[in-house]
């Protein structure tokens, strides 16, 4: 299998999610393998995304669990958060899996270079520092970077790339964006103490989620304290003597008074300076590397997986894009990645979770043939507490043959409920097989087989 006409058989650019499963899959199958990252390796899933994030959402839920505790007979005295002590150890927990992945890829005897590289043709790679290599195959994985919309002081807002590094906790912060890093930031910092605002061109939040959820998150994150400034773009942003930052928005005299100005409009490919063009590599209308069902490009050489090619921007999709990519290039197989019924979550607080069609979607597809069931039920442990928030869980259901298009949930450990449901709607269940299965008393999850 191996062409010493080349230096690799493989070199990867970009050791995030995708980039990391290629690389070790291709060098089991016994390739030659070299992956080129410019930061970390790990990617922003493990650096500066899913995870830290993740540290953080359990770090705040601490807000909510010691309120509740008193209910519960427990006394907390004296309770204060410690941004700076959180932070470290998140940051600490990212060293610990940087080192598990560099280590991955050593044990399976991938050369990296911690550097970055460009293309210089259908075969040729050019590193930082100089270095000229040559690769059979090469892959570019290199996902997505925020995208900050063009306005005046825009250098004075920080992004998810920055948000996990903050000096101090802010007092008030100000996102832009209603997406999924908007609205788990907000709940985030909510929960922390500090005051949010969040701003969005439109009045829609977490687009492409069921407009229940989405309707039921808004109320709840409203009555918890976080404002929302609708049909709102930034003008500018102007920074104050004492570091305080007013922000401008359009049509409004009266400034935003913030600390922090959180971006999060979206994440774009990140092509940008990769050389791109010497291998003649198309891209689409979103600078997306544009790829065909085996993520070839338009270069027969070059291949492309993950947030880089914009399909689904998500970790597990980039893995099993890098995992089939491997499979089929370097293990003979025949691997493909399937679309449908791919389950996401918001860890928003609460957070919302979803596997298959909308109703909204099933609706457009299937016209009045749609049956939805919804539970919308106080979770008994809000109950005891005496908070008032209530969950949804919400089954689109196909009217002619019964089979369960999606599911939709919004209220504690949503994520984790879903994660077993999505195997239900993508094996094609029935909402008869939902039925015909016992409740597991006393949960959330029973609400799902309890719908009539
Ligand atoms: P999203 O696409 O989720 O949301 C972008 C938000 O910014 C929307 O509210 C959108 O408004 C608004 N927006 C888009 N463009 C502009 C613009 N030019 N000016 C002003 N506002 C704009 O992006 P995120 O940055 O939150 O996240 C990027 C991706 O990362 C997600 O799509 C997701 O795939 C992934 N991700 C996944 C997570 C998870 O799985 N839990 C967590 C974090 C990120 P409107 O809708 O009105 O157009």
New binding site residues.
């Given amino acids: 299998m191996t062409d010493t006409a080349y230096d690799f058989d493989l070199f990867v650019i970009g050791a995030g999610s995708g980039g990391v499963r290629a690389s070790r899959i291709a060098a089991g199958y016994g390739a030659r393998v070299a992956v080129a990252e410019e930061y970390r390796i790990g990617g922003t899933c493990v650096i500066r995304g899913?995870v830290p994030k993740k540290l953080l959402v359990y770090g705040s839920h601490f807000a909510e669990e010691l309120q509740d505790a008193a209910n519960y007979g427990w006394t907390v005295e004296k309770m204060t958060f410690d941004w700076p002590t959180l932070r470290n150890a998140v940051a600490k927990d990212v060293d610990r899996l940087n080192t598990a992945y560099t280590n991955t890829l050593d044990n399976n005897k991938v050369e990296h270079f911690l550097e970055r590289a460009t293309i210089t043709g259908p075969h040729g790679i050019r590193l930082a520092s100089g270095r000229e290599l040559t690769a059979k195959v090469i892959l570019v994985a290199t996902g997505a970077w925020?995208?900050v919309?063009e306005f005046e002081g825009a250098e004075h807002a920080i992004t998810s790339n920055e948000v996990f590094d903050l000096e101090t906790l802010p007092k008030r912060v100000v996102i832009?964006?209603?997406?999924?890093?908007?609205l788990?930031f907000a709940g985030i910092f909510n929960a922390l103490g500090s005051h949010v605002t969040v701003v969005?061109?439109?009045e829609?939040i977490l687009?492409g989620y069921d407009a229940a959820l989405r309707d039921r998150l808004l109320q709840i994150t409203m009555a918890r304290g976080i404002e929302y400034k609708f049909n709102c773009?930034i003008e500018r942003v102007e920074k104050q003597a004492d570091g305080s930052l007013h922000v401008f928005m359009k049509g409004q005299d009266d400034p935003i008074h913030a600390d922090t100005l959180l971006v999060?409009?979206?994440?774009r490919p990140k092509t940008d300076g990769l050389g791109l063009e010497n291998a003649d590599i198309a891209l689409g209308e979103h600078g997306e590397i544009k790829v065909d069902d085996e993520a070839r490009t338009s270069c027969p050489s070059i291949y492309a997986v993950g947030d880089v090619t914009n399909r689904v921007?998500?970790t597990p999709v980039a893995i099993r894009e890098g995992q089939a990519f491997a499979d089929r290039v370097f293990g003979g197989k025949t691997a493909s990645v399937h679309y449908d019924c791919i389950p996401?979550?918001?860890?928003s607080q609460p957070p919302l979770a979803s596997v298959g069609l909308t109703e909204a979607q099933a609706r457009e597809k299937f016209g009045s043939n749609v049956k939805v069931y919804t539970s919308d039920f106080r979770p008994m442990k809000n109950v005891f507490a005496h908070r008032p928030e209530r969950g949804l869980y919400k089954l689109v259901v196909d009217a002619q043959t019964d089979r369960v298009l999606g599911a939709h949930l919004i209220g504690p450990e949503a994520p984790e409920v879903l994660q077993a449901v999505a195997i239900a709607v993508k094996a094609g269940l029935t909402k008869a097989d939902f039925d015909a299965t016992v409740a597991l008393h006393p949960s959330m999850a029973e609400e799902l087989v309890l719908m009539r």
């Fill in positions: 899913c925020p995208v919309p832009a964006g209603a997406g999924y890093i908007a788990e969005n061109r439109s829609t687009r773009g999060a409009t979206g994440r921007q998500l996401s979550a918001v860890f």
